[in-house]
């Protein structure tokens, strides 16, 4: 028989309320013919037009150094859209027509995001080849709203054909640049949800014309100056479509600017003839890129990592909320650059092209440039030393560069045959990020298909909270409130312990993990609202073995929530992400769905986030834990994930004294923390305000835990003051529950009564404390509503009691565990002095024997 008693949990309320998630809006503004040589802030090139648009755009954000795209539009474009190379897609030269065979960028947005998001390409299209009959390109790739120039320039900026968003021609004379800027403003004024807007300019392409008086400082006088006016013109109206956006608007914004390729040799001034614009030099594809906004923490800084115009495929996609591993196709998802320096895993840059029916290819590293052509001509630069590459050094390579040189020779080849397996991308046929084959001989198994529910609660669960001094301390049976399962030598039973932690705690500015160096668990991370502890790490004999000696290697733990079941090399979970060891009681180590369930009915498969969190939990540290949705930096309420992602390629094992294969998630080890990949740091965390109403009354926090839905579900560290009581071996309570209601003797007043101990309720009737004197009075019996009044409250040991009765009556003060401190017998005021240590006591006053009511008094 169950026996029915209430849990603290169920008693005070977990929920919140924020704004509703609040997904960035995402403006991606495409330059046409603008090159790193032409912008301003790139450290190339002293003849530069003036764009103080562009200027705060790197002074309040991320500006990438070493981004390559294709040497001409429509390849680039056609990159970006689909996430692929050039020589995936075949749009290797304009004007030819990406395939709607490949998924763009809309359709996955649409498809994958969770956020309903508003999408248009207002501006130059140009993948769609030269035909009239085929304006429906747009709309068949998936973009919902498209209007602007359908191929690739315009005759004159002044007089030119537009394709409008009903499919149709129609002439237009104003300026092209104002008149696509009026376009986007107006589009963004109508939207009443999350947007994605694709602009895409035609400036500063050909031809050169001057453009409107008061748009422009540069004086144009030949193609440079005319040119270098154009880029001025076009930074005007970009603030001025910047300016148009609502303060709220704005602030949730984030804009990404890239030029398409490099300055068309009509306007270079810097780079050798025949490098730029339509050639593999760095004259032809390294182009600006800057990110700022919302989602932007590197403010005023410069990524020198590599990479690419398809990485920005990938990282709108993850900007808009879908979760990738490493990115997709040939795009690197660059998300997590904009909040941490080094992340980016890319060491290979690569590009391709097609001119005059001839295949050019370049690749590179950090220091290294081969350039190939499908004649078999090479050439090898030192990027560094040599950008404008005036010095090939074939024929005479050192030893070190001759073997860098094959590396990227074999790369090439590799991207554009198949698909690379150091590109820190899951891609082409891999199960996971880089898992190219290997001679490992073994396949992982995993299972993540929790043990069904097969028992019920045969005793109380017991999870009791109160204050002492400044830390909060929970006395807990840890015994389940809601079902479970179990073998049959390791069935839950009450496990007594009290968890001590800081009430108002604080970052500690260092992590702490919650493993031994050699990842066995030591500590727990922290005690459910129902009085089960969390431990996540996997306890011995979930290990790798090596089958020869029969010894264990501690570095390769089985992770329990990829390896759910029977088995050795399995770990036996039950429907709460819960089991039972010898000798520590019930725990979770993963994703405890019964019991969120018996909390919030649905909310362990809910897809988007509600107005309202859910704690579940205090970590070791203090901070709260919450279940999956969360209060961004911002506010909003939303999903939390977390920054881990499988790590890239094969474990170095070697299949007996460690693993080996690709890393599948079969063991801990094979996650790595990727700073910025999800929202969350790298112990499940956020700094984030969020105020919940806890046993204490309402709290505020400025940072707090998430139990998520992916690894590691819960942490395995923690950035406060970790507190001794949560270490695994630390003493339990060494005390019995005679009377079987979940209280040991040490809190409970009478361990003889099932019906006495901390959650009974008094009867108002008698003057007998069931409660021990922890009943705090219902609305009924509120003191107030009776003509009783607390003064000086709280206090430093001394407050009043005034009465607007004239009966006699008697006061009671107990300690929180029920313990009897003081009593006194008045008329009108009482007064309550000298009481010696701070915590929270419960006064209960009396009229002739009868309880008429308790609450609390907190003594600071």
Not at 266 to 279: F, R, V
Not at 472 to 495: G, K, L, M, Q, W
Not at 498 to 524: A, C, M
């Amino acid at each position: 028989m169950r026996i029915l008693i209430p849990v603290l949990l169920l008693i005070f309320s977990t929920t919140t309320f924020f704004s509703q998630q609040q997904s960035p809006n995402i403006l991606l503004i495409i330059a046409d013919d603008m090159g790193i040589d032409s912008t301003p802030g790139f450290g190339i090139n002293e003849d530069l037009p003036s764009t103080p648009t562009l200027d705060s755009f790197r002074e309040q954000g991320l500006s990438f150094t070493n981004c390559w795209a294709a040497p001409q539009c429509t390849p680039t474009r056609a990159a970006i859209m689909s996430g692929k190379f050039v020589v995936k897609t075949g749009v290797m030269r304009p004007p030819l027509i990406l395939e709607r065979s490949h998924t763009s960028l809309f359709t996955k947005i649409k498809e994958q995001s969770t956020t309903d998001y508003a999408m248009a390409l207002i501006g130059k299209w140009h993948i769609g080849g030269n035909d009239v009959s085929n304006y429906s390109h747009p709309k068949d790739s998936g973009v919902p709203y498209y209007e602007g120039l359908f191929t690739s320039q315009v005759a004159d900026y002044y007089n030119w054909t537009k394709v409008n968003s009903e499919g149709n021609e129609e002439q237009v004379t104003e300026y092209v640049t104002t008149h696509l800027t009026n376009s986007a403003i107006s589009w963004i004024d109508n939207q009443t949800k999350p947007w994605f807007l694709w602009l895409a300019h035609v400036a500063p392409h050909l031809p050169f014309q001057v453009p409107p008086e008061g748009t422009y400082t540069t004086t144009p006088t030949d193609n440079r100056s005319t040119y270098l006016s154009m880029i001025e013109s076009m930074d005007y109206e970009i603030d001025r479509l910047i300016k148009s956006m609502d303060a709220e608007t704005l602030e949730n914004t984030v804009i990404i600017f890239i030029g398409d390729n490099g300055t068309p040799g009509q306007a270079n001034s810097y780079w050798p003839t025949g490098h730029a614009k339509a050639s593999i030099y760095e004259g032809g594809i390294r182009v600006p890129m800057i990110i700022t906004g919302k989602s932007v923490e590197r403010v005023s800084e410069v990524e020198t990592s590599l990479v690419q115009a398809t990485d920005l495929h990938a990282t709108i996609l993850e900007l808009a909320g879908v979760q990738l591993l490493g990115g997709t196709e040939n795009s690197l998802s660059l998300k997590p650059t904009l909040k941490f320096e080094k992340q980016v895993s890319k060491k290979i840059n690569y590009t391709d092209y097609e001119n005059g029916g001839i295949q050019y290819w370049a690749t590179r590293n950090d220091t290294y440039k081969l350039i190939e052509d499908d004649n078999g001509n090479e050439e090898f630069y030192n990027i560094v030393t040599d950008i404008k590459e005036e010095t090939n050094l074939i024929g005479s390579l050192t030893t070190a560069q001759e073997t860098i040189k094959t590396m990227l020779q074999q790369e090439a080849q590799i991207i554009r045959s198949d698909w690379s397996c150091s590109d820190g991308i899951k891609n082409g046929t891999e199960t996971t990020i880089d898992d190219c084959d290997s001679s490992c001989g073994t396949t992982d198994v995993l299972s993540y298909d929790n043990i069904d529910c097969c028992g019920t609660p045969s005793n109380p669960s017991v999870y009791y909270e109160f204050v002492e001094q400044n830390e909060r301390v929970v006395y807990s049976n840890n015994y389940p409130n809601h079902n479970f399962c179990f073998v049959a030598d390791r069935t839950p039973e009450p496990y007594y312990r009290v968890y001590r932690f800081d009430l108002e705690p604080k970052l500690s500015g260092q992590v702490t993990n919650i493993s031994r160096t050699n990842v066995r668990p030591v500590n727990f991370f922290g005690i459910a609202l129902n009085g089960v502890y969390m431990m996540p790490a996997p306890a011995t004999p979930f290990i790798f073995e090596d089958v020869n000696t029969g010894e264990y290697n501690w570095d390769w733990v089985f992770e329990p929530t990829t390896n759910i079941g029977d088995g050795r090399d399995f770990v036996g979970l039950d429907c709460a992400s819960a089991h039972v060891n010898p000798n520590s009681g019930y725990h979770y180590h993963g994703n405890m769905f019964e019991y969120v369930e018996e909390l919030e009915e649905g909310i362990s498969t809910q897809e988007s986030a509600t107005t309202d969190v859910l704690q579940v939990g205090w970590a070791s540290d203090g901070f709260p834990i919450l279940y999956r949705f969360g209060p961004d930096k911002d506010g909003n309420i939303k999903e939390m994930f977390p920054s881990f992602q499988l790590k890239s390629g094969l474990r170095p094992g070697d299949g007996l004294s460690a693993p080996c294969g690709p890393y599948s998630g079969k063991y801990t080890n094979d996650f790595g923390y990727v700073a910025g990949k999800g929202d969350l740091d790298e112990c499940n965390g956020i700094e984030a305000s969020v105020t919940l109403t806890t046993a204490q009354g309402e709290e505020t926090f400025e940072y707090y835990y998430v139990v998520t839905q992916d690894f590691p579900q819960i942490s395995r560290c923690m950035k406060g003051n970790f507190n001794d009581s949560f270490i695994s071996n630390a003493a339990a309570l060494n005390d019995v529950d005679a009377d079987s209601d979940g209280f040991v003797k040490a809190y409970d007043c009478d361990d003889t009564n099932p019906n006495v101990n901390p959650f009974a309720k008094d009867d108002p009737t008698t003057s007998f404390d069931e409660s021990c004197g922890a009943t705090l009075g219902t609305k009924e019996l509120a003191l107030k509503d009776l003509g009783y009044y607390i003064n000086s409250n709280p206090n430093n040991g001394d407050f009043s009691i005034v009465s607007t009765n004239l009966e006699a009556y008697q006061a009671k003060l107990f300690s929180i565990n029920g313990q009897l401190i003081k009593v006194k017998v008045g008329k009108g005021v009482v007064e309550i002095n000298n009481i010696t240590g701070a915590g929270v006591y419960v006064l209960s006053i009396l009229k002739q024997g009868k309880l008429l009511g308790t609450t609390k008094i907190i003594v600071k």
